[in-house]
């Protein structure tokens, strides 16, 4: 598969066109950002990490029937994925109280939420990525009712396998986000999944093993990413 022209650069990745319109390469970088870019630094081998922890539960779900863009990793860093039209509305669930919900609310961190939270914020960098509804979104055009619905169950659905998956690795998933978009008229999970995008706290101990170490100050970052990758591959 040759790598072809960068279309876009984010936080934390590269996307690249193919010789197959339909399929590009999605590169991870080690580049990390908290606060809206506000601050930044760099994580030793993230980007090898997340790789290798998003194929791992992409290929997960995709057999749990949950489909994704993953096609198949190409290398330390890199993922062939299916090009997709990213539906402009994250997604959030939160199955205990952290983050921006506890400040939001007023709420103490690790309260355990039943049932779930699902939001939507509105994916725009520049503003922040503001808390929505589906009000909001189907006024402005973002989605339609039906990929909503679609969006909401699938959500769910990753919430129920992942939080088992871990739970078996002694890894409590706290919140995580999501990205989807169209491909072929279908709905699919794109972005990643990773120490980047979920809050995983040990079992056992409560420690922080994702980008909150970054955030926070907390030291032990690259160690923290590995250990989730260790438990994730093992």
């Given at each position: 598969?040759?790598?072809?022209?960068?279309?876009?650069?984010?936080?934390?990745?590269?996307?690249?066109?193919?010789?197959?319109?339909?399929?590009?390469?999605?590169?991870?970088?080690?580049?990390?950002?908290?606060?809206?870019?506000?601050?930044?630094?760099?994580?030793?081998?993230?980007?090898?990490?997340?790789?290798?922890?998003?194929?791992?539960?992409?290929?997960?779900?995709?057999?749990?029937?949950?489909?994704?863009?993953?096609?198949?990793?190409?290398?330390?860093?890199?993922?062939?994925?299916?090009?997709?039209?990213?539906?402009?509305?994250?997604?959030?669930?939160?199955?205990?109280?952290?983050?921006?919900?506890?400040?939001?609310?007023?709420?103490?961190?690790?309260?355990?939420?039943?049932?779930?939270?699902?939001?939507?914020?509105?994916?725009?960098?520049?503003?922040?990525?503001?808390?929505?509804?589906?009000?909001?979104?189907?006024?402005?055009?973002?989605?339609?009712?039906?990929?909503?619905?679609?969006?909401?169950?699938?959500?769910?659905?990753?919430?129920?396998?992942?939080?088992?998956?871990?739970?078996?690795?002694?890894?409590?998933?706290?919140?995580?986000?999501?990205?989807?978009?169209?491909?072929?008229?279908?709905?699919?999970?794109?972005?990643?999944?990773?120490?980047?995008?979920?809050?995983?706290?040990?079992?056992?101990?409560?420690?922080?093993?994702?980008?909150?170490?970054?955030?926070?100050?907390?030291?032990?970052?690259?160690?923290?990413?590995?250990?989730?990758l260790h438990r994730v591959l093992g």
């Open positions: 598969m040759k790598k072809g022209k960068l279309i876009y650069e984010g936080k934390a990745k590269r996307v690249y066109e193919t010789d197959n319109p339909d399929l590009l390469i999605q590169e991870f970088k080690d580049d990390a950002t908290a606060f809206d870019a506000k601050k930044r630094g760099t994580i030793k081998n993230k980007g090898v990490c997340n790789n290798e922890i998003s194929a791992r539960l992409f290929g997960l779900l995709d057999c749990r029937g949950v489909p994704t863009h993953f096609v198949k990793l190409l290398s330390a860093r890199e993922m062939l994925v299916k090009r997709l039209e990213i539906v402009p509305v994250e997604v959030t669930i939160r199955n205990v109280v952290a983050g921006g919900m506890a400040r939001m609310f007023g709420l103490e961190e690790g309260t355990t939420l039943c049932p779930p939270v699902l939001e939507y914020h509105y994916k725009n960098d520049a503003l922040g990525d503001p808390l929505m509804n589906e009000y909001h979104i189907f006024a402005l055009k973002l989605a339609e009712e039906r990929e909503l619905k679609t969006i909401a169950k699938y959500s769910f659905e990753i919430n129920r396998i992942l939080s088992k998956f871990f739970d078996e690795r002694n890894l409590k998933l706290i919140d995580f986000k999501l990205e989807f978009g169209r491909h072929r008229g279908k709905i699919l999970l794109g972005d990643e999944i990773s120490p980047d995008t979920c809050r995983l706290w040990d079992k056992a101990t409560n420690k922080k093993l994702d980008k909150d170490r970054f955030r926070r100050d907390l030291g032990n970052i690259e160690e923290a990413y590995q250990e989730v």
